[in-house]
C-alpha cells in the first residue's frame, strides 16, 4: 500500500478534529498584541488560552528592547550549534542568570523546551539503568522515554505508594553500575496540580535514585521568587535536575536545565538534540535576559496572577462549576459531556460573549468529560474576570443540559 493512502485510514487521534476543525477548534489564529485581549475571526475577544502568565509578552519596555536586539543583532546570528559555532556571551550571561534565579549551580540553555528535555532523558540513563515517570507526564517526557534505552516504568499519577512500588522493583533488578532517574512535574499543565515533590525527595532516603522535574508551568509563576515549584513546596534542593522553559512566563521560545556543574557539562556535550541544531537567535537570547530580570524584578506581577486566579477560580465555583482543586494559576473546569458539548462551548463563548476558552475532549481526556482549561495572567482586569463569569452564568443550560439530561434518565 502506498504510504500517503495509508496516512488517510489512520489520521491519528486528534487527525479527524484538526481537519474538521481547523482554524477554528485547531488552529485557530489569535492575532494583536499578546495579552489578555486579542482579535479572533476579526472580533475582539478575552483571552484565556495562552500562557503568557506574566504579561510580559508585550511589556512596552519588552517590547523595546526586542526590536533593539533585532536591529542590533539580526535573526540568524549566531550560526551553527552551540557546540560548533553557535555560542556568544549573551547565551552564557543568560545561563549565568537562569543558574541563579532557579538556585542551582549551573545553567544549560535549550533551544526548545520539548527536544531539550527528550534530548536530557536520553543522555541520562543507559541500557544499565532504570527510568520513572509519572504517569500523567507531557508528551515530552513520554517521547524522552522512549529514546532513552534504559527499563522504564510508570507510577501512578502522584501515587507515592506507586512510585515506592516501581523503586522497590528498580532496586532489587539493579546491578553494580545501575542507577535510577525519577522524572515527574513541577504543575500538571492539564490539571493544575502540584506533583509531590517533597514526598518523592523523602523517598531518596529509601531508595538511591536522581530526581529531574518539568517545571515548565511553574518556572516564574510558583515560589516567594519566582524560582519554581521546588521553592514554593521547600524542597528545591531535593531537585537534582531542575527544567524551565520560556514558552509560558517568560513568553518566548527556548528552555533550560539547572543542575550541578558535572552533571550541566555532561550534558553540553551530550544532549543531541542540542549538539546538531542551531542554537538560539541573539534576540531571542537577549530578550530572556532582560525578561527574567524583569520577573525579578517585579514580583507584585506574581501577586497580580494570583489575585486574578483566586477571583477567577472563586466566581466560577460560586456559578456551580466544578473547578478542578488546582494549586498553579491553571484553571480546569470539568463538566460531564461529549467532544460536541465542548465544541459548542466554545463556540458559545466565542461567538455571543467574546470570551476565548480552550476546551479538549476525548482523545486528550476520558470520554464522556470536558475539561475546559482557563489561564489566567497578571493583565487580566476585573473587568476581564467579571465579563468571563458573566459568560459562564449564560452557558449554564448548556453546559449543564447533558448532565441534566444523564440524571433525568436515570
Ligand atoms: C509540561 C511541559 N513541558 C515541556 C513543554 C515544552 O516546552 P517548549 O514549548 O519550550 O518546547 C511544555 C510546553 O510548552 C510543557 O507544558
Known sequence: MDLFDKLESRPGPLGEFTSDGYGYYTFPKLEGPIGPEMKFNGNDVVVWSVNDYLSV????????????????????????????????????????????????PEALLLNYGYQG????????????????????????????????????????????????????????????????????????????????????????????FRLLVDDAHGFGTLGEDGSGAGTQLGCHEGIDIYFGTFAKAVALIGAFVAAEPRVIEFLKANTRSQIFAKSLPMPIVVSARERIKLIRQNPQWRDQLWENTRKLRTGLIDLGYNVLPSESPVTPVLTEGSTELAQTIMREMREEHGIFVSGVAYPVVPKGVVLLRLIPMAGHTDEHIQKTLNAFEAIKPIVFKEVDEAVTAE
Not at 82 to 92: F, I, P
Not at 134 to 162: P, R, W, Y
Request: aromatic share 4%; glycine share 8%.
Open 57 to 104: 509578552g508585550n511589556h512596552p519596555h519588552i517590547r523595546e528592547v526586542d526590536k533593539n536586539a533585532a536591529e542590533k543583532y539580526g535573526l540568524s546570528a549566531p550560526m551553527g550549534a552551540r557546540l560548533m559555532t553557535g555560542n556568544s556571551d549573551e547565551h552564557e550571561a543568560l545561563e549565568r542568570e537562569l543558574a541563579d534565579f532557579v538556585h542551582k
Open 117 to 208: 528535555i527528550m534530548s536530557v532523558i536520553h543522555a541520562l540513563v543507559d541500557r544499565n539503568d532504570f527510568l520513572i515517570y509519572d504517569e500523567l507526564s507531557h508528551a515530552c517526557i513520554v517521547d524522552g522515554k522512549q529514546l532513552a534505552m534504559a527499563e522504564k516504568s510508570v507510577f501512578k499519577h502522584n501515587n507515592l505508594e506507586s512510585l515506592e512500588k516501581q523503586l522497590k522493583r528498580a532496586s532489587g533488578k539493579m546491578k553494580p553500575n545501575s542507577s535510577i532517574l525519577v522524572v515527574t512535574e513541577g504543575v500538571f499543565g492539564m490539571t493544575g496540580d502540584l506533583g509531590k515533590l517533597k514526598e518523592i525527595i523523602a523517598l531518596k532516603e529509601k531508595y538511591p
